[in-house]
């Protein structure tokens, strides 16, 4: 075959097939297709779209250009996979409470970038973790304990990882057939037997809008069952964050005070059980969502949820009492300060791309790959939406490697937060079910 023949069939709107696909995918991961035709392909598709058969082919073609895991576990073998946003912090709470349920959990997943946090960057800020497990220690951590979190290693989808560095720099990231078969690619290469996306939507997402949000959900449920796997999404409101935290240090600190009861963010805890219901039923091990979000709730509420953590954190090599004694091991910021609303009213609206954008510029978030991340920094007890205000009530607690920095992310802050003499209207926070 020829790379120029398949980039001009598709510059021209003609649907590819799959043995196309799969040539050009593995002339990806070879090198046998150049940086250039990578590009031209990559704004082809942008321009003129794919079937949802060319999105299925081209998802397993990426997959299947690396390694694909297969397991001889216990339980069914399921993950999640979020589009990201600001103070995400469920799957450190939802792959243990799912292991209690009997699934089996290789969550692989990934590092943040620009304003959205990333789950390896969480737990890295625990002293020891290791995110670099390979294949043999990841099935031995979750055979031991039921779920573990991991990167991935370089032989995961390396055709994606090629095309992704390319479309970061040729304006075609937005491409929805390219972002579903980014993500599912290197799901599916983990050999999962369900999957359930939580794509966010609203000012600290990347899908700004419900339009935009339900069409990538839509097109990632479709794909994924028609690449064998079971799969549903939930499209979740981003407009807030969802926990009270952003930060690595913060965010782990903040799950676990979910795990222990010792403080529960509502809205982290709704969306982490809707998941998780959704999941279990996907698997087989509860009759429906319903039943499968009280299964999850109640692994939560008993403990074994948060005693789950523990050993997954012990087993990558973190500390045995991490959930006893969190102020004993996550780092801590030497400069905190309080950004107070400054009048009376209600939190009307927020800009949550600029709050994850104010921990990117504490040095908790990258601003290119690469740089290296306090995981001290960020930004704890956030006002939510709906709350009333006094002048002296708190917007926000910075935590800040020094004062000039606490008073930039203090600045960024106040200017994140519209009050007004009204309450906004309620948003529910499930948005859509989609599959």
């Not at 939802?94 to 349920?101: I, R």
């Not at 030497?334 to 009213?345: L, S």
């Amino acid at each position: 075959m020829d790379a120029r023949r398949i980039i001009a069939a598709k510059r021209d709107g003609r649907a590819l097939d799959d043995a196309q696909i799969a040539w050009f995918a593995a002339g990806l991961a070879s090198g046998a297709v150049t940086d250039a035709q990578a590009a031209a392909f990559a704004m082809a598709v942008l321009l003129n779209g794919m079937t949802e058969a060319e999105r299925v082919a081209l998802t397993l073609a990426m997959r299947d250009s690396g390694d694909v895991l297969a397991w001889d576990l216990p339980g069914p073998v399921l993950d999640k996979h979020s589009t990201g946003g600001v103070g995400d912090n469920v799957s450190l709470v939802l792959a243990p409470a799912l292991a209690v349920c009997g699934a089996s959990v290789p969550m692989i997943s990934g590092r943040g970038l620009g304003h959205t946090g990333g789950t390896l960057d969480k737990l890295e800020a625990i002293p020891g973790y290791r995110t670099d497990l390979d294949a043999e220690e990841l099935a031995g951590v979750v055979r031991a304990v039921g779920c573990a979190i991991t990167g991935a290693t370089g032989r995961i989808a390396p055709a994606d990882k090629r095309l992704y560095a390319i479309r970061d720099v040729t304006a075609t990231v937005e491409s929805l057939d390219l972002i579903t078969a980014s993500i599912l690619s290197k799901k599916l290469a983990a050999g999962l037997e369900g999957l359930v996306l939580d794509v966010k939507c609203g000012s600290g997402a990347f899908m700004k809008t419900p339009a935009a949000a339900g069409a990538l959900a839509e097109s990632l449920v479709g794909v994924a069952s028609g690449a064998g796997c079971p799969a549903a999404a939930l499209v979740t409101d981003m407009n807030e964050p969802l926990a009270r935290a952003a930060g690595n240090a913060l965010e782990v600190a903040n799950a676990i005070g979910l795990l222990t009861g010792a403080e529960v963010d509502a809205r982290l805890w709704d969306v982490t059980v809707a998941l998780g219901g959704r999941l279990l039923a996907l698997g087989g091990l509860a009759a429906d969502a319903a039943e499968g979000a009280r299964r999850l709730a109640e692994a939560l509420d008993s403990g074994r949820a948060a005693e789950r953590f523990a050993r997954m954190v012990a087993a990558q090599g973190g500390p045995a009492d991490i959930v006893e004694a969190p102020a004993r091991h996550l780092p801590r910021a030497p400069v905190t300060r309080e950004v107070t609303a400054g009048r009376r009213g209600f939190v009307a609206a927020i800009d949550t791309e600029a709050l994850g954008l104010a921990v990117v510029g504490l040095g908790g978030g990258r601003q290119v790959e690469g740089d290296r991340i306090d995981p001290a920094v960020g930004l704890d007890d956030l006002a939510g939406l709906g709350l009333t205000v006094e002048p002296d009530t708190p917007l926000a607690v910075v935590h800040a490697a020094d004062a000039a920095a606490a008073d930039a992310a203090a600045a960024a802050v106040h200017a994140a937060y519209e009050l007004a003499d009204a309450p906004p209207a309620e948003t529910p926070l499930i948005l859509e079910r989609v599959g």
